[in-house]
C-alpha cells in the first residue's frame, strides 16, 4: 500500500512555544490530507481536512488560528501547533488520500507531542 | 453528519475462540467501511474493508458483513491469537476526495492466551 510519513515521532515543547509536524505522502500525490488528534483510550478526532493549494477546512471546535495547515505540494501537509499549552498534549495523526475511484486513505505513524 | 456507534467497548475471548464487533451507521450516503487494528502507541492499521456494493468481504481470518438496509457492519475474527490483542476502530464514509471517516469509539479486544 502507499506510504504516509510524519516528522517528528515526538517533541517536547514548553508552554507558549510553537511546535511544527510535518506528513508527507511518499509515493503518491495526495490530493487531499487529514489531520487527526488522539487522546489516551479515545478514537481519532478530525481536527481538518487539507487540500493542496487551498485553505484547510477546520471541524467545529478546532482553532484555526491555534491549529495552522499548509499544504503547500502534492505530497506534504504541515500542521502547526501555536502557542501550545499542556492541554495540547496528544498524539496527531495525519493521513493522506490516494487518488482513485475509492480514495483510500493512509495513515502516517503519529506524532506525540508533550507540553511541559 | 455521520455518526458511528461501535459496540461493545470491551471484548475478552479465549485464544481459537471467534470474536464479533458490530458498528452501526446513520448516513445511508456512506459507502465505504473499513476496519482498523490500532496498537498502542501506532498508527491505525487497516485490516479490511467493504464496499456498499457488497455483503461480505473475507481475508483468511477476518471477515466483514455488511447489512445496508439496518444501516450495520460487523467485524469478525476467526481462530484469535494473542497477537490480535489490539483496539479495532471501526469507520464509515462516502466516496470522494474529501470525505472525511467517521469513527467509531473503539473496542478493545483481549485474546487471553
Known amino acids: 500500500g502507499a506510504v504516509v510519513s510524519q516528522h517528528p515521532s515526538w517533541v517536547i515543547c514548553k508552554s507558549g512555544t510553537s511546535v511544527k509536524i510535518e506528513c508527507r505522502s511518499l509515493?503518491?500525490?495526495?490530493?487531499?490530507m487529514f489531520w487527526y488528534r488522539q487522546f489516551p483510550k479515545q478514537s481519532l478526532m478530525l481536527m481538518a481536512t487539507?487540500?493542496?493549494?487551498?485553505?484547510?477546512?477546520?471541524e467545529q471546535g478546532v482553532e484555526k488560528d491555534k491549529f495552522l495547515i499548509n499544504h503547500a505540494s502534492l505530497t506534504l501537509s504541515t500542521l502547526t501547533v501555536t502557542s501550545a499549552h499542556p492541554e495540547d498534549s496528544s498524539f496527531y495523526i495525519c493521513?493522506?488520500?490516494?487518488?482513485?475511484?475509492?480514495?483510500?486513505?493512509?495513515f502516517g505513524p503519529g506524532t506525540r507531542l508533550t507540553v511541559t | 453528519g455521520e455518526n458511528v456507534e461501535q459496540h461493545p467497548s470491551t471484548l475478552s475471548v479465549q485464544e481459537g475462540d471467534s470474536a464479533v464487533i458490530k458498528c452501526t451507521y446513520s448516513?445511508?450516503?456512506?459507502?465505504?467501511f473499513p476496519w482498523y487494528k490500532q496498537e498502542l502507541g501506532k498508527r491505525p492499521q487497516l485490516i479490511i474493508d467493504?464496499?456498499?456494493?457488497?455483503g461480505e468481504k473475507k481475508d483468511q481470518r477476518i471477515a466483514v458483513t455488511l447489512n445496508k438496509t439496518a444501516k450495520h457492519f460487523s467485524l469478525h475474527i476467526t481462530e484469535t491469537q494473542p497477537e490480535d490483542s489490539a483496539v479495532y476502530f471501526c469507520?464509515?464514509?462516502?466516496?470522494?476526495?474529501?470525505?472525511?471517516?467517521?469513527f467509531g469509539k473503539g473496542i478493545t479486544l483481549s485474546v487471553r492466551p
Open positions: 469507520a464509515a464514509r462516502r466516496t470522494g476526495a474529501n470525505s472525511k471517516l467517521t
Open positions: 448516513d445511508s450516503a456512506s459507502n465505504y
Open positions: 467493504i464496499r456498499s456494493n457488497v
Open positions: 493521513s493522506a488520500s490516494q487518488p482513485g475511484i475509492y480514495y483510500e486513505q493512509y
Open positions: 487539507s487540500n493542496e493549494g487551498s485553505k484547510a477546512t477546520y
Open positions: 509515493d503518491f500525490q495526495a490530493t487531499t
